[in-house]
């Protein structure tokens, strides 16, 4: 077992580093409930999923006077069944999108954290917290890892429970976390009771070049850890480029039929981004959506295909480093393709010059393969620090 830090010893780094990093809504460690091998592990939880005692606020102020919840979300209610001190809730974009919120970079205040777990990537990622949950519907999870200097690990779609978890859009939404490094996710994997004793004796790695979209810096990193890692790069499948323009519109489709209601009760109130989104994918009609979705049948029927040849997939976590000012969270086209596709996916850092901001290397492999993907994500990190 890692050896981790305690409560008192996470307070303690809180009080000294969130004044300037604002990663969390609020502050309240629960009593044990459970017994199990996350005995008194601090957790931290994004504030899109219940906790009792907590209210969720959703990152809106539209959800500034809601009540306590009454009972924990599954994945809440899993962790402190495991023995799990749930020491409060971390900020979120509104509604789990693109309005920013009001977390810093760790590395670097005057950049963005990433969103939209914005406060779990940032408390993971400047040690104030070993573990916290995430989500990702595009790029939430491992997008914001990137940007924190931290690892992500978004699982196989539907593996992790979202009951008691604000729902954005159902085909894609993936319950995720954060850890320190890949070792910690690894042992946290195995404690939850998620891990088989799958593993490739010899993971067959392949890259994909970095898209014409990711920035110099990312591109001389990336591909020298490709470089370093001795695998071959290869060509996505020719329906790889179009799973971010479906994955978006199917995104927007059910994001707007879902908040509908909300949008029609507070208008703007929500995020100027947000309502952009709502009315955006209202207006998107069944034919293109279905459209979408037959898009991502055909990638899914590809990367598997694929997938029979090689087991590990590199690709650029994000398109570079975490931009300057608080205008954006970050393009999110990176991830968006291995979340439609329901693939597990991790993002783990890559070495970069002392005073960098941090840059990450994305890994997928085929839907199930969580536990194996994590194996192969433990020797890929040891490798790139050798």
């Excluded at 044990?32 to 606020?57: E, W």
């Excluded at 179009?242 to 949008?263: N, W």
């Excluded at 898009?295 to 300057?324: K, Y």
Aim: hydrophobic share 40%.
């Amino acid at each position: 077992m890692p050896r981790f830090p305690g409560v008192t010893d996470c307070l303690r780094a809180i009080k000294e580093r969130d004044p300037e990093i604002h990663a969390w809504v609020s502050i309240a460690p629960q009593p044990r409930s459970g017994d199990g091998p996350l005995n008194d592990i601090p957790f931290g939880i994004k504030d899109i999923f219940d906790v009792a005692g907590f209210p969720t606020r959703n990152g809106s102020p539209v959800y500034d006077h809601a009540p306590a919840a009454a009972k924990d979300s599954g994945l809440a209610g899993l962790l402190r069944q495991k023995g799990a001190v749930i020491v409060g809730k971390t900020h979120t974009a509104a509604f789990a999108y693109f309005d920013h919120a009001p977390t810093r970079n760790p590395h670097n205040r005057e950049h963005t954290p990433g969103g939209s777990s914005s406060g779990s990537a940032a408390a993971v990622g400047s040690g104030m917290i070993p573990f916290a949950t995430g989500s990702q519907t595009q790029g939430s999870i491992v997008r914001p890892a990137s940007f924190c200097g931290c690892v992500g690990f978004k699982p196989t779609h539907g593996l992790l429970p979202l009951t008691g978890c604000l729902e954005f859009a159902a085909t894609l939404d993936t319950a995720g976390f954060f850890s320190r490094n890949v070792g910690d996710m690894t042992w946290l994997w195995r404690s939850i009771g998620y891990a088989n004793s799958g593993h490739w004796e010899r993971a067959r790695v392949a890259a994909f070049p970095a898209e014409a979209a990711v920035e110099p810096t990312m591109r001389k990193a990336y591909d020298a850890a490709v470089a370093k890692l001795g695998v071959k790069t290869i060509q996505p499948p020719p329906t790889f480029p179009q799973l971010f323009p479906a994955v978006k519109l199917i995104q927007d489709t059910e994001g707007g039929r879902t908040l509908k209601p909300v949008y029609e009760k507070f208008g703007k109130k929500v995020g100027a981004k947000l309502a952009e989104m709502i009315e955006r994918g209202l207006a998107n009609s069944e034919f293109d959506y279905q459209a979408a979705l037959r898009v991502v049948e055909d990638g899914r029927r590809d990367m598997a295909q694929l997938f029979n040849q090689w087991d590990v997939i590199l690709t650029p976590s994000a398109v570079g480093p975490a931009p300057e000012g608080f205008a954006t969270t970050g393009d999110p086209r990176m991830n968006a393709p291995w979340t439609g596709l329901g693939t597990p996916s991790a993002g783990i850092p890559m070495p970069v010059a002392n005073g960098a901001l941090p840059l990450g290397l994305q890994i997928a492999s085929a839907r199930g393969k969580d536990t194996e993907l994590l194996a192969a994500a433990l020797e890929i990190e040891a490798a790139l620090a050798s």
